[in-house]
């Protein structure tokens, strides 16, 4: 199941919803004049709750958040602009895992001179609310965000369980979080010819979701048809992908049906770097099983990481 949370209706197109940091009419506000689009998929009780962030140009830092948590698993990507998270920033095709329920100094959305569009996933939708670390502001923040949780309907947990539960193909969390981004993508192993991948599990150890980035050549075939028991976000982060006559750019997120027939994404003329969120795990290793998915390497990476993967106690 999905939920995009528009301010107004967005209808699917043959079996996908496009979302564009461009325009930004349907979006829910946010300070600084910023806007988000929330987006729930996935498992209907412990699928990824995912959130686009779009802020106008600005030159100086925004302001940080206050000391808090997630009892969720998180990842967060800045896809133009800089996100910060205490003392770390994270530049355009930058990203960061970090562990749900250990808190972190500040953060703030991805922003700059140019304008910021960033995207942050809750890997549980049940344990995405603000924890904050002081006591005085948990006090008034805490119950915002349980209210907020249940007009969504979500069964608000914390400590979340599974959480922390992460395990990528570039490594492990340390010291709570891992930081990763397409500047290594020459390093990465081959998923198809001229195409190169990394990929990460976080969330509810049986049905969380799973992160592909992918790094393509002009004109290679970044992934291939498919059609997958549950939903797909697509967003490009450098260059652009051709689907059926489409053109999708680091401005535009596609968020793919489940049990829907997509087109293959084939690399532009500068090639790409894209990340895809498949929602539900088991959809992706059912798919890769039974070949209705051929991409071996990924078949045995998803494999690789999910038997390795031990939640932390």
């Keep these: 199941m999905y939920k995009v949370l528009s301010a107004t209706p967005i209808e699917p197109t043959d079996g996908h919803v496009d979302l564009d940091f461009r325009d930004t009419d349907a979006w829910g506000p946010l300070e600084e004049n910023g806007k988000i689009m929330p987006i729930m998929l996935g498992d209907e009780h412990a699928g990824p709750f995912v959130v686009l962030s779009c802020f106008p140009p600005m030159d100086e830092q925004m302001p ?21 998270m205490g003392k770390d920033s994270y530049a355009e095709g930058q990203f960061r ?24 996933m809750f890997a549980d939708r049940r344990g995405f609310a603000i924890r904050p670390v002081k006591a005085s502001i948990a006090e008034k923040v805490v119950p915002e965000q349980e209210a907020g949780g249940e007009a969504l309907g979500i069964d608000m947990m914390d400590p979340c369980p599974g959480a922390p539960a992460i395990n990528t193909t570039l490594g492990r969390t340390e010291r709570a979080h891992l930081d990763g981004g397409f500047e290594s993508a020459d390093s990465w192993p081959e998923l198809a010819p ?35 028991e549950t939903e797909v976000l697509a967003a490009v982060v450098r260059g652009s992908v051709r689907a059926d ?65 031990q939640p932390a106690s």
Excluded: M
């Design 64 to 84: 940080l958040s206050f000391a808090h948590a997630h009892a969720s698993d998180n990842w967060r990507i800045s896809i133009r602009g800089t996100t910060n």
């Design 97 to 120: 895992f970090h562990d749900g329920g250990v808190p972190y100094a500040s953060d703030n959305f991805a922003w700059g001179p140019d304008g910021g569009f960033g995207i942050i």
């Design 194 to 228: 001229g195409v190169r991948f990394a990929a990460g599990l976080a969330g509810e150890p049986e049905c969380g979701p799973v992160l592909v980035f992918i790094d393509a050549d002009p004109g290679a075939e970044a992934l291939p048809s498919r059609t997958l």
């Design 245 to 309: 006559g489409d053109e999708l750019d680091a401005a535009r997120v596609r968020l793919e049906e489940a049990e829907t027939e997509s087109p293959p994404l084939v690399a532009g003329d500068d090639g790409v770097q894209l990340v895809a969120i498949v929602a539900d795990r088991r959809a992706l290793a059912s798919a890769l099983a039974t070949g209705t998915l051929e991409l071996p390497a990924l078949r045995d990476a998803l494999a690789e990481l999910q038997q390795d993967l």
